[in-house]
């Protein structure tokens, strides 16, 4: 191993007769952004999660500065000793536990016999300062919106001592004005010596902040691209490739990593044309509040029309969806298909024609230890039935939504947990969208931590129930999604509607900006 390399790795995974990684290999450079991507299910998490000890791979090895160490002794011991700290998709913090509680958590300081924590909390404020993302050590962790918990992982990583920093999908929580920051923190950090590796599918942040980017397929590194300009004709540092490997340098184009993580082109995506003005309100909400999270929000969604809500993480979107819902108590009037629903059950609002995609697989999408074809059947007894489950139903239900979302395995009987983020986002969005006689959608973070082959599967799904006559309520964090699949887009700030942007204004080139104001407060609408 040269000492310019951080980490190099060639990892085999197997869960029973599946395998998730064969051979699997990873350079990374010192004091770099390191990009891994791929297809869900390509084996990125899985790798990174080998790498960070989380995992235990079944063959290959993990060379660490002089280091080489069969991938199968590797352990998180021995990964937070070599100072690497990971954050995950989805969060290890417990969340019942504060932020400064977690980050003590298993080495907890004592003194005179009692938990001292004010060192450590005073310590992480000022860390949380120095790369720019105030923490609040002392907030209870399932109290905070999922992208505030990432900050506070990503900084009691680096209090910790961390100088491998490895992201899994860093900026998914994040609303666009939150990205710049991160990014530009990632450069700094790098800059100062710390070398971090992202799991990511979003390109156009591989362009602005990567150096190298290492792509995976089906559990095989297939590509690499460097800004190097040399990188290719320095030799591969891991020796001989797999059948079909490339390499490139100079400027990292998304369109060339694009095709190496999916074998081929990518399709346009379509805009839906606008629904006439007279069309009818499949949602409607009038003055809805929650608490001091929403106030008074007042929203029309027409027949075949896509609305998007933006806004920066914690300005109440969550409570916009689960309002919507039934899921939390609200005031204020909420129809459904022309239908009062304020003050119904969150079933009574499903058999209205509601489908909810929720922010959160893991809190309230899916049951983890459940096999796909019971989660897509979940709650749905027009596919169980009544009172006798029809498993002839189940079974064809399930193989018909499996072709649908590409959803990897295409086994029926595979436990939801073994699955990667994105092919647990397909179950969810199977199952909802599939839903008879939809009247109105409210999907939330639709395509967090998704590829791009299936970001376009889910955006043809959500088009497709429009054209069938569904209202359809996007909230996001990415404004690239929403300006790609919406006719208008409303922001929320500080839990009100701060103004919209659509027709024209939407298309413009300063349909950003305008967005970006909104959510920042900068305008008014």
């Not at 869960?15 to 891994?36: N, Q, S």
């Not at 949380?128 to 993302?133: D, E, K, N, T, V």
């Not at 900050?151 to 209090?159: P, S």
């Not at 079909?244 to 990292?252: H, K, R």
């Amino acid at each position: 191993m040269t000492r310019a390399l951080a980490i190099e790795a060639e990892v085999t995974k197997r869960y029973g007769a599946r395998t998730v990684l064969a051979g699997a290999t990873l350079a990374v450079r010192r004091g770099t952004v390191h990009a891994l991507v791929g297809e869900n299910g390509a084996g990125k998490s899985t790798l990174v999660k080998v790498i960070a000890g989380i995992v235990r791979g079944d063959g290959g090895t993990l060379g660490l500065g002089d280091r080489v160490i069969p991938a199968g002794d590797w352990d998180r011991v021995r990964a937070r000793a070599a100072r690497i700290g990971i954050v995950q998709q989805h969060g290890a913090s417990a969340g019942t536990l504060s932020v400064v509680e977690n980050a003590v958590l298993g080495a907890e300081p004592v003194r005179a016999g009692l938990l001292a924590l004010d060192g450590v909390a005073a310590a992480l404020r000022a860390q949380g300062r120095a790369i720019g993302m105030d923490v609040d050590p002392h907030a209870r962790v399932e109290t905070l919106s999922l992208g505030a918990a990432q900050r506070a992982e990503i900084v009691a990583a680096l209090h910790a001592g961390a100088d491998i920093l490895i992201l899994d999908e860093p900026t998914a929580v994040l609303a666009p004005v939150e990205v710049e920051g991160m990014l530009a923190m990632l450069r700094d950090l790098a800059a100062r010596g710390v070398t971090i590796v992202i799991v990511t599918h979003k390109l156009d942040e591989v362009r602005a902040v990567a150096d190298d980017v290492t792509v995976l397929r089906e559990g095989r590194t297939v590509a690499t691209f460097s800004r190097r300009p040399t990188a290719a004709a320095s030799g591969d540092p891991l020796g001989d490739r797999p059948e079909g490997f490339s390499a490139a340098s100079g400027p990292l184009d998304p369109a060339a990593i694009a095709r190496a993580m999916v074998g081929a082109e990518l399709p346009q995506p379509t805009l839906l044309p606008e629904p006439p003005a007279t069309a009818p309100a499949m949602l409607e909400l009038a003055d809805v509040t929650v608490g001091t999270a929403l106030t008074r929000a007042t929203l029309r969604v027409r027949r075949g029309e896509v609305v998007g809500v933006a806004g920066v993480d914690g300005n109440g979107q969550r409570e916009l969806a689960l309002a919507i819902a039934g899921l939390v108590p609200a005031t204020g009037a909420v129809a459904i298909g022309g239908a009062a629903a304020a003050g119904t059950s969150p079933a009574r609002r499903l058999a209205l024609g509601l489908a909810h995609i929720p922010e959160d697989r893991h809190r309230g999408g899916l049951l983890l230890d459940a096999t796909i074809a019971a989660n897509l059947a979940l709650g749905r007894r027009d596919v169980t039935g009544r009172f006798v489950v029809d498993r002839a139903a189940v079974a064809k239900h399930a193989a018909a939504r499996i072709v649908e979302l590409d959803i990897r395995p295409a086994d029926p009987a595979a436990v939801v947990r073994g699955l990667s983020g994105g092919n647990q986002q397909k179950v969810v969005v199977g199952r909802e969208l599939s839903r008879p006689r939809l009247r109105a959608v409210v999907a939330c973070q639709p395509t967090r931590g998704v590829d791009l082959g299936a970001v376009a599967r889910i955006h043809d799904r959500l088009r497709a129930v429009a054209v069938a006559g569904a209202g359809v309520l996007v909230i996001s964090a990415d404004l690239d999604e929403l300006l790609a699949l919406c006719h208008r887009i409303v922001v929320l700030l500080r839990g009100a509607i701060a103004g919209e942007v659509g027709g024209d204004a939407l298309r413009a080139p300063g349909a950003r900006a305008a967005l970006g104001a909104l959510m920042t407060g900068a305008t008014a609408a």
